[in-house]
């Protein structure tokens, strides 16, 4: 089983739909859990972080379920500009810090 | 610019040559992380740093790779006897938790994209 995993891309929708990602985890012990965006041909950057009692900033909302060892990022309202991959990353216990394969996404007008 | 930065931006290496990487990271960031990109993927964790220390190199790493941090501060990352299956963007990312913390923000440098022909 692999250490983080996403769904499967790509996420083709049209401007305005809402959309959700799905990463799961094998580490129970893990502690910290991110969102990264990687826009083509850059370098990932933080989304935002996923807190226990799950958070939104803005059009975004990062829900975790340790239970489940799952964690969950919504996209409302989507924009042209939200078309990226987006990264499941998972602190694998002691600070490394484990990415998914990420999902594409791309909104269409 | 007070972020990671990394160089060369770009390489280009026949088989069987030797490289090397560095990576600059934030100022007074404390953990350093190597990272292995091919298109499609997701960053595969080569190896990381808290402080000078090697805390953790992957399984997948084959002898060849090897980084440093000697002082703490930027880091190198050297490939021997390239293969083309080196070919990748390799990123560099800093991070400054609290020693033995939960990790914080990654943030990364532009890359190294390595080309072996």
């Known amino acids: 089983r692999k250490e983080v995993e996403q769904d499967p891309g790509p996420f083709n929708v049209p401007e305005g739909a809402t959309v959700a990602f799905n990463c799961t985890y094998s580490?129970?012990?893990?502690?910290?859990f991110f969102w990264y965006r990687q826009d083509c041909r850059k370098e990932p950057k933080l989304l935002m972080s996923v807190y226990s009692s799950g958070n939104e900033d803005g059009r975004f909302t990062a829900q975790l379920n340790r239970a489940s060892q799952y964690i969950s990022l919504l996209i409302r309202d989507s924009k042209l500009s939200d078309s990226a991959t987006y990264l499941c990353v998972v602190d694998n216990q002691g600070g490394k810090l484990i990415f998914g394969q990420g999902t594409e996404l791309s909104v269409k007008p | 610019d007070t972020g990671v930065s990394q160089n060369p931006r770009h390489k280009i290496t026949k088989r069987g040559q030797n490289v090397t990487f560095r990576c600059d990271p934030i100022?007074?960031?404390?953990?350093l992380y190597w990272y292995r990109q091919t298109l499609g993927q997701g960053p595969e964790f080569l190896t990381y740093?808290?402080?000078?220390?090697?805390?953790?190199k992957s399984r997948l790493l084959s002898d060849r790779f090897s980084a440093e941090r000697p002082k703490g501060s930027f880091s190198t990352l050297e490939i021997q006897r390239t293969e083309q299956g080196d070919s990748a963007m390799y990123l560099c990312?800093?991070?400054?938790?609290?020693?033995?913390?939960?990790?914080?923000?990654?943030?990364f440098g532009q890359g190294t994209r390595l080309t072996v022909v």
């Open positions: 990312a800093s991070s400054s938790p609290a020693d033995s913390g939960p990790s914080t923000e990654a943030f």
């Open positions: 100022s007074e960031h404390n953990r």
């Open positions: 740093f808290q402080n000078e220390a090697q805390l953790e």
């Open positions: 580490n129970s012990a893990s502690q910290s």
